[in-house]
């Protein structure tokens, strides 16, 4: 069983930065790959980024690539979400999630792969 918290969001100018954290608790964290999504208003969720057990392989969407940095600190059962150049069609609820598997595949882009979630942090980008 894994808990997540996310934290950092808040609103911010188009062009700037924002780095979200993903607290983990419960174990075994370390063995899970993990993702970020997020929900925008009326929107469905959609995925943003995912990394594996170790963080040694990463996914993005093509939204986001070039722009967002996925990490993990396994030791502090952390997952971080470094987003720069940030759009105002950034702007959603972000959420982290976490997979009982360990490694990357075609369906870590999907949300019913994860099997834990958190509650949420909101983004907002002004422009």
């Known amino acids: 069983q894994v808990q997540l918290v996310e934290s950092g969001g808040g609103l911010v100018q188009a062009g700037g930065s924002l780095r979200l954290s993903c607290a983990a608790s419960?174990?075994?964290?370390?063995?899970?790959?993990m993702a970020w999504f997020r929900q925008a208003p009326g929107k469905e969720r959609e995925f943003v980024a995912a990394?594996?057990?170790?963080?040694?392989?990463?996914y993005y969407a093509d939204s986001v690539k070039g722009r967002f940095i996925i990490s993990r600190d396994n030791a502090k059962k952390m997952v971080y979400l470094e987003m720069n150049s940030l759009k105002p069609e950034d702007t959603a609820v972000y959420y982290c999630?976490?997979?009982?598997?360990?490694?990357?595949?075609?369906?870590?882009?999907?949300?019913?792969?994860?099997?834990?979630w958190g509650q949420g942090t909101q983004v907002t980008v002004s422009s």
């Open positions: 999630a976490a997979d009982r598997s360990a490694l990357l595949a075609d369906n870590s882009r999907a949300g019913a792969t994860y099997d834990y």
């Open positions: 419960g174990r075994p964290f370390s063995s899970y790959s």
């Open positions: 990394i594996n057990w170790r963080g040694g392989s990463t």
